[in-house]
């Protein structure tokens, strides 16, 4: 049976979707943005055994040659994390379908859904599909947060399992994404177009962050791009914040209210009727 590797469940998420969800972040992921605020989702463990010494509430072990963590007795003091020299950390943990549910069926009455997200939860797909139909038969609904480097329209087993999908476009200039992220964006846009005509682009997101992207460029191509898919798709323009994130891979500099408040109008004047800002 298909595992999943999963970062950590959130059982209650007002912020992956509509309503209250729990969000499931899985370990992995092909982009390496400058701006992530969970580099610890991106790479998988190498048990090289260093966090061991680091804690000092003995919550990581070595047995049988693998790297255990134990939930219980970490304190969540991040220093793992901050010493991993291979950015990822010890808490991704292998999860069979019927553990996850496990977590999903605790706390059912007081959602409305799931939200799988990472990482670059895609990445998982087969295990995303297993998945998917045992939540279907507990009446919840399924969103998919993707950075859209997998080709949707190739998925229809996931697609169809998937009420709607939450779409990264980091930026709508190839030279920039691949600057911001290492990786071409010709899937996402194909994904953003192919999710749009079947009615399953939920949301398009957006961060802004000066002195890296040129946000203006960037904001104009993007929301008229959804408006000419469909003028009701969300468009959400994100502050960059540098909670989290390397810094020794970005320059800290936030973006004004009177900034955001301009690409808010960009957005707006290109005809996007759904433009919110968080
Ligand atoms: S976050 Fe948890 S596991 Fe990591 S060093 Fe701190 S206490 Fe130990
Ligand atoms: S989490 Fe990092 S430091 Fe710990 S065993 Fe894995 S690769 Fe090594």
Not at 138 to 151: A, C, E, R
Not at 153 to 170: G, P
Request: proline share 3%; charged share 30%; net charge neutral.
């Amino acid at each position: 049976m298909l595992k999943g590797l999963v970062n950590k469940i959130i059982p209650f998420s007002l912020v992956d979707g509509p309503g209250n969800r729990t969000a499931i972040f899985f370990q992995g992921c092909n982009f390496n943005c400058l701006y992530c605020h969970n580099p610890e989702t991106i790479k998988k463990c190498r048990q090289c055994g260093a966090c061991v010494l680091i804690c000092r509430f003995d919550a990581i072990s070595i047995v049988g040659g693998s790297v255990i963590w134990d939930e219980e007795k970490c304190k969540d003091c991040g220093e793992c994390i901050k010493s991993c020299p291979n950015d990822c950390g010890p808490k991704a943990k292998e999860m069979s379908v019927d553990e996850i549910l496990k977590e999903i069926t605790k706390v059912k009455s007081f959602i409305s859904g799931i939200t799988v997200s990472g990482g670059e939860c895609t990445l998982q797909k087969e295990f995303l599909v297993d998945l998917f139909e045992e939540v279907r038969k507990l009446g919840l609904t399924i969103f998919v947060d993707t950075n859209g480097s997998t080709d949707f329209s190739k998925n229809k087993e996931l697609v169809d399992l998937t009420d709607m999908v939450m779409l990264d476009i980091k930026s709508f200039d190839n030279d920039e994404h691949k600057k911001l992220t290492e990786r071409d964006n010709d899937m996402v846009l194909k994904n953003a177009r192919y999710l749009a005509s079947i009615n399953k682009l939920y949301e398009v997101r957006t961060v802004v962050v000066p002195n890296v992207l040129n946000n203006f460029n960037n904001v104009n191509e993007i929301s008229k791009l959804i408006a000419s898919l469909d003028n009701e798709i969300r468009y959400k323009l994100i502050k960059y914040r540098p909670i989290g994130v390397r810094t020794e891979k970005i320059e800290i500099v936030q973006p004004d209210n009177e900034m955001i408040e301009e690409l808010k109008g960009v957005a707006t004047r290109n005809g996007c009727k759904n433009v919110i800002v968080v």
